[in-house]
């Protein structure tokens, strides 16, 4: 079927999809989460604290030789039963078992040694306005919020500038958050404990393209459109494309992915290494630009997906790609949404090298349609991309078109020109907007499951039942190739039971993915808000681990506090 016909419907639009969401200049398409709970410990034999044993509890710190009353550490204990009783009420950042979606957290003046020094390093390039550190510290279209902000938020210029100022905050003890292109979902860039938010925007310098060896190194505050537009005239590109406004250092913490990762692989498949400032201010590299090296610990992979907990990224080495040839993309309808993701999973097994493979349900549809006055027919769509030569991209497309028709598919279009191959995919790109302008006063919830392939049809289907059932709107968005899947749930804040159903409905799919051996978060990372789910996920002694390293990086525990490792976990 020729796409002209469907290709006129995508074009009919005079309205964007994409708002612009900036305030003074900053980006805020920010949807973060996280939960709290009451306090427990993992160490065996231990639990939650009795009534009259925390009465006791002064009495002993008091005569304690060790007592952690008096220990140097003013920011929140990374166990939190070794924390001063005072402030187990105070500390908590989404721990097993937790609910709440309110980050909260304690507070301590920033002393005004540190603000000398933060304005020496950084001259003008720093701000304690209100409205600045309110856009850093809370971000609009949120789903979770913390109770503080960022007491300071800096822009540095360059790595020394950053070595300097992670030194001074080391020194006085005052909490870190780094801070790139606010698109990450989990409340990653939340300040609950307030502190120095490092924006790192400023440092967004391609500094080296290695065009024989097919990589470049960057500066974590590029973003990954920025920099494909900075590729392009030398025939090479960056594979990885997540939200539009991220970065390559926030992508790089969090360790994301996107659409294309069913080919390409993630953020830890496409760095070659990695500079980063430690707790201490010391600048360390990760390994050499060698494609690949049996050197010692990969501690590249231990900083990517880290998120900031364990130190600032200054400089990427990326791996790039040559832009394909040619490419083909399609897209196809179905009845329901297990035949979609059936193809999806078929045509995997294929051995098709297919580009991109994602799915959008009926809902999602409808979205597309209302914002942008399309008439796009509202069941569950599958869309592909295949690359290659110009005659294998088309034999992909035969193939698949065949695939779908044994799973009655219907509808199957394709494009080859340039600009109706980026209309089609700008639809899903800009899929979450579709659904703010669907439902306007709501907030969402955005899940991030991800199941061994071969489970994603039932998992789909089960969660589909769910969503069909509950009174919000929830809209489905996989990318189906790799078994990774979203649901926007659409909730109205001022409305506390469609809060609690929301979280319902993430928690469900959570625990159905775990039940798959799956995963919680499948690309967006742990942040604050999928933290509870993560003992379930990898056990006690994972967990363990990574405190241990935790701790021998960072003691003062400063970089990022209350994220990625639950407050629970002692050792």
């Known amino acids: ?13 005079s309205k964007p999809i994409c708002r612009n969401l900036r305030t003074s200049n900053f980006q805020r398409p920010h949807i973060p989460s996280s939960l709290t709970e009451p306090v427990t410990c993992s160490r065996k034999g231990h639990g939650t604290i009795p009534s009259w044993v925390a009465s006791l509890i002064p009495l002993a710190l008091a005569v304690s030789a060790g007592s952690l009353a008096l220990q ?24 097993k078992g937790s609910t709440d979606y309110v980050v909260k957290g304690s507070l301590r ?33 949120s789903f979770h919020k913390a109770v503080n902000i960022p007491d300071v938020v800096v822009y540095p210029r360059s790595e020394e500038e ?5 030194k001074s905050c080391n020194m006085h003890k005052v909490p870190i958050v780094p801070y790139g292109g606010a698109t990450s979902i989990e409340g990653h860039t939340l300040s609950p404990y307030g502190g120095v938010c490092i924006d790192m925007t400023l440092m967004n ?11 470049v190194v960057v500066e974590p505050g590029i973003g990954w459109m920025e920099l494909n537009e900075y590729l392009e005239s030398y025939g090479l590109f960056f594979p990885l494309d997540p939200g539009p406004g991220a970065t390559i250092g926030g992508m790089c913490a969090t360790r994301c992915s996107g659409s294309l990762a069913v080919r390409y692989g993630t953020m830890r ?33 231990l900083l990517i997906g880290s998120e900031g907990t364990l130190g600032v990224i200054t400089e990427i080495t990326l791996r790039l790609q040559k832009l394909p040839q040619s490419s083909v993309v399609a897209m196809c309808n179905f009845p329901t949404i297990k035949d979609a993701a059936d193809v999806a999973i078929a045509t995997m097994h294929s051995g098709i090298q297919v580009s991109r493979v994602e799915l959008l349900d009926e809902v999602q549809i409808r979205a597309i349609n209302l914002a942008n006055d399309k008439k796009l027919p509202e069941i569950p769509t599958l869309m592909f991309e295949f690359v290659g030569t110009e005659a294998y991209a088309r034999e992909q497309t035969q193939i698949v078109q065949k695939i779908a028709s044994e ?25 979450l907007w579709a659904c703010f302008a669907m439902k306007p006063k709501c907030e969402a919830m955005i899940t991030d499951v991800c199941v061994p392939l071969s489970h994603l049809a039932e998992l789909i289907s089960r969660s589909k039942q769910e969503l069909d059932a509950s009174p919000l709107t929830c809209t489905v968005i996989a990318h189906a190739g790799d078994g990774n899947f979203h649901v926007v749930v659409l909730f109205d804040p001022t409305k506390e039971e469609q809060r609690r159903e929301a979280e319902r409905l993430n928690h469900f799919m959570v625990h159905t993915a775990l039940s798959m051996e799956g995963t919680c978060t499948g690309e967006h ?8 789910y993560l003992e379930k996920e990898l056990g006690i002694e994972n967990l363990r681990t990574m405190k241990r390293i935790k701790d021998a990086l960072d003691p003062k525990n400063i970089m990022n506090p209350g994220k990625l490792i639950p407050p629970h976990i002692c050792f």
């Open 1 to 13: 079927m020729a796409f002209s016909s469907l290709f006129s419907r995508l074009r009919s639009c």
């Open 72 to 95: 140097s550490q003013n920011y929140p204990s990374r166990c939190l039963n070794d924390a001063p009783l005072s402030d187990l009420k105070s500390v908590k950042t989404g721990g």
């Open 109 to 141: 003046k920033v002393p005004p040694e540190l603000i000398e020094e933060l304005k020496g390093i950084c001259q003008d390039n720093m701000t304690m306005d209100e409205d600045e550190r309110y856009v850093h510290g809370k971000p609009q279209n």
């Open 162 to 166: 950053v070595s300097k100022i992670v």
């Open 205 to 215: 310098r391609v500094k080296a393209l290695h065009v024989e060896d097919m990589d």
């Open 269 to 301: 498949d496409n760095v070659i290494s990695l500079k980063v400032v430690l707790a201490d201010g010391e600048v360390m590299k990760t390994a050499s630009r060698a494609r690949k090296s049996a050197a010692g610990y990969d501690l590249t992979r």
């Open 407 to 431: 799973h009655n598919g219907s509808d199957f279009v394709f494009a080859e020109d340039p600009e109706e191959k980026k209309e089609l995919w700008k639809i899903r790109k800009e899929a």
């Open 525 to 532: 990372g742990v942040g604050t808000g999928k933290m509870k």
